[in-house]
Protein backbone atom coordinates (compact mmCIF):
# COMPACT_ATOMS: atom_id res chain seq x y z
CA UNK A 1 0.00 0.00 0.00
CA UNK A 2 1.31 3.36 -0.97
CA UNK A 3 1.43 6.25 1.61
CA UNK A 4 1.27 9.92 1.01
CA UNK A 5 4.29 10.74 2.24
CA UNK A 6 5.91 8.05 -0.25
CA UNK A 7 4.12 9.86 -2.98
CA UNK A 8 3.81 13.62 -1.88
CA UNK A 9 7.86 14.98 -1.64
CA UNK A 10 8.28 18.05 0.31
CA UNK A 11 9.21 20.13 -2.57
CA UNK A 12 6.07 18.95 -4.22
CA UNK A 13 3.94 21.01 -1.68
CA UNK A 14 2.67 24.95 -1.81
CA UNK A 15 0.54 27.39 0.03
CA UNK A 16 -1.00 30.49 -0.29
CA UNK A 17 -0.34 29.86 -4.30
CA UNK A 18 -2.46 32.38 -6.17
CA UNK A 19 -3.96 31.22 -9.62
CA UNK A 20 -6.52 32.81 -12.18
CA UNK A 21 -7.66 29.63 -13.45
CA UNK A 22 -7.20 26.12 -13.46
CA UNK A 23 -5.13 26.44 -16.93
CA UNK A 24 -2.70 28.23 -14.42
CA UNK A 25 -2.83 25.92 -11.62
CA UNK A 26 -2.47 23.21 -13.91
CA UNK A 27 1.02 24.99 -15.15
CA UNK A 28 2.22 25.72 -11.46
CA UNK A 29 1.45 21.78 -10.20
CA UNK A 30 3.13 20.93 -13.52
CA UNK A 31 6.15 22.75 -12.30
CA UNK A 32 6.19 22.25 -8.78
CA UNK A 33 5.92 18.17 -10.25
CA UNK A 34 8.99 18.87 -12.89
CA UNK A 35 11.28 20.05 -9.93
CA UNK A 36 10.57 17.35 -7.23
CA UNK A 37 9.93 14.22 -9.60
CA UNK A 38 12.34 15.25 -12.95
CA UNK A 39 9.12 15.32 -14.90
CA UNK A 40 8.30 17.09 -18.02
CA UNK A 41 6.22 20.36 -16.71
CA UNK A 42 4.65 20.79 -20.30
CA UNK A 43 3.70 16.86 -20.94
CA UNK A 44 2.14 17.35 -16.83
CA UNK A 45 -0.01 20.07 -17.58
CA UNK A 46 -1.36 19.25 -20.67
CA UNK A 47 -2.01 15.51 -19.15
CA UNK A 48 -4.23 17.39 -16.67
CA UNK A 49 -5.90 19.46 -18.98
CA UNK A 50 -6.65 16.75 -20.94
CA UNK A 51 -8.47 15.03 -18.09
CA UNK A 52 -10.28 17.66 -16.89
CA UNK A 53 -12.24 18.02 -20.37
CA UNK A 54 -13.91 14.41 -19.58
CA UNK A 55 -15.22 16.46 -16.19
CA UNK A 56 -14.09 18.64 -13.37
CA UNK A 57 -12.37 17.36 -10.82
CA UNK A 58 -13.37 19.69 -8.40
CA UNK A 59 -15.27 17.24 -5.82
CA UNK A 60 -17.11 19.77 -3.79
CA UNK A 61 -16.53 21.46 -0.30
CA UNK A 62 -13.48 23.15 -1.57
CA UNK A 63 -11.27 20.45 -2.39
CA UNK A 64 -10.32 19.10 -5.89
CA UNK A 65 -8.10 15.98 -6.84
CA UNK A 66 -6.80 16.71 -10.81
CA UNK A 67 -4.97 13.34 -11.54
CA UNK A 68 -3.75 12.06 -15.22
CA UNK A 69 -1.43 9.24 -16.45
CA UNK A 70 2.00 10.07 -17.43
CA UNK A 71 4.27 8.31 -19.57
CA UNK A 72 7.57 7.08 -18.20
CA UNK A 73 6.58 7.94 -14.62
CA UNK A 74 7.91 4.74 -12.99
CA UNK A 75 5.72 5.26 -9.72
CA UNK A 76 2.34 7.11 -8.62
CA UNK A 77 3.73 10.95 -7.58
CA UNK A 78 1.54 14.01 -5.85
CA UNK A 79 1.91 17.33 -5.74
CA UNK A 80 -0.46 19.50 -3.19
CA UNK A 81 -1.25 22.83 -2.83
CA UNK A 82 -3.18 25.53 -1.16
CA UNK A 83 -4.49 28.30 -3.05
CA UNK A 84 -5.33 31.85 -1.92
CA UNK A 85 -7.40 32.64 -2.80
CA UNK A 86 -9.78 29.81 -4.06
CA UNK A 87 -10.40 29.77 -7.65
CA UNK A 88 -13.87 28.70 -9.68
CA UNK A 89 -12.97 25.12 -10.46
CA UNK A 90 -16.99 24.06 -11.46
CA UNK A 91 -16.84 21.42 -9.03
CA UNK A 92 -20.34 19.64 -7.72
CA UNK A 93 -21.19 21.82 -5.18
CA UNK A 94 -19.73 25.04 -7.63
CA UNK A 95 -17.97 26.07 -4.22
CA UNK A 96 -14.28 27.56 -5.34
CA UNK A 97 -11.90 25.32 -4.68
CA UNK A 98 -8.74 26.36 -2.37
CA UNK A 99 -7.45 22.59 -1.53
CA UNK A 100 -5.82 20.35 -4.66
CA UNK A 101 -4.39 17.22 -4.63
CA UNK A 102 -2.76 16.31 -8.04
CA UNK A 103 -2.22 12.90 -8.20
CA UNK A 104 0.19 11.39 -11.27
CA UNK A 105 0.46 8.14 -11.93
CA UNK A 106 1.78 5.72 -14.23
CA UNK A 107 0.38 4.82 -17.33
CA UNK A 108 0.07 1.07 -16.40
CA UNK A 109 -1.29 1.66 -12.46
CA UNK A 110 -4.84 0.91 -13.40
CA UNK A 111 -6.12 -0.70 -10.02
CA UNK A 112 -3.53 1.18 -7.94
CA UNK A 113 -4.10 4.51 -9.34
CA UNK A 114 -8.23 3.95 -8.61
CA UNK A 115 -7.09 2.70 -5.31
CA UNK A 116 -5.28 5.90 -4.25
CA UNK A 117 -7.02 7.79 -5.76
CA UNK A 118 -10.02 6.63 -3.64
CA UNK A 119 -7.79 7.17 -0.46
CA UNK A 120 -7.07 10.64 -1.29
CA UNK A 121 -10.57 11.11 -1.73
CA UNK A 122 -11.28 9.13 1.63
CA UNK A 123 -8.92 11.73 3.42
CA UNK A 124 -9.96 14.73 2.03
CA UNK A 125 -13.77 14.14 3.30
CA UNK A 126 -12.51 13.95 6.69
CA UNK A 127 -13.74 18.01 7.75
CA UNK A 128 -11.31 17.31 10.23
CA UNK A 129 -8.62 16.95 7.74
CA UNK A 130 -9.60 19.66 5.75
CA UNK A 131 -9.42 22.30 8.47
CA UNK A 132 -5.98 21.24 9.17
CA UNK A 133 -4.54 21.45 5.90
CA UNK A 134 -6.73 24.97 5.70
CA UNK A 135 -4.38 26.03 8.74
CA UNK A 136 -1.42 24.73 7.49
CA UNK A 137 0.52 27.94 6.90
CA UNK A 138 3.68 26.51 5.82
CA UNK A 139 4.75 23.43 3.28
CA UNK A 140 6.59 21.62 6.65
CA UNK A 141 3.41 22.16 8.12
CA UNK A 142 1.31 20.93 4.98
CA UNK A 143 3.62 17.69 4.58
CA UNK A 144 3.90 16.62 8.67
CA UNK A 145 -0.33 16.94 8.08
CA UNK A 146 -0.36 15.01 5.40
CA UNK A 147 1.83 12.18 6.66
CA UNK A 148 0.58 12.30 10.08
CA UNK A 149 -2.78 12.49 9.19
CA UNK A 150 -3.03 9.76 7.33
CA UNK A 151 -1.26 7.19 10.10
CA UNK A 152 -4.35 8.18 11.74
CA UNK A 153 -6.88 7.56 9.37
CA UNK A 154 -4.67 3.80 9.02
CA UNK A 155 -5.56 2.89 12.71
Known amino acids: MVHFNDIVAPDALATGLSVN ?52 LQKMCGVVVLLDPAVAFDAVD ?15 SGAEHLKTLARVSRYLRDEGQVVRLRGAKSTAALHALLAGGEARDAA
Open 21 to 72: GKKQLFQKVAVLAAKAYGLNADLVAEALMEREKLGSTGFGGGVAIPHAKIPD
Open 94 to 108: EAPVDIVFALLSPVD
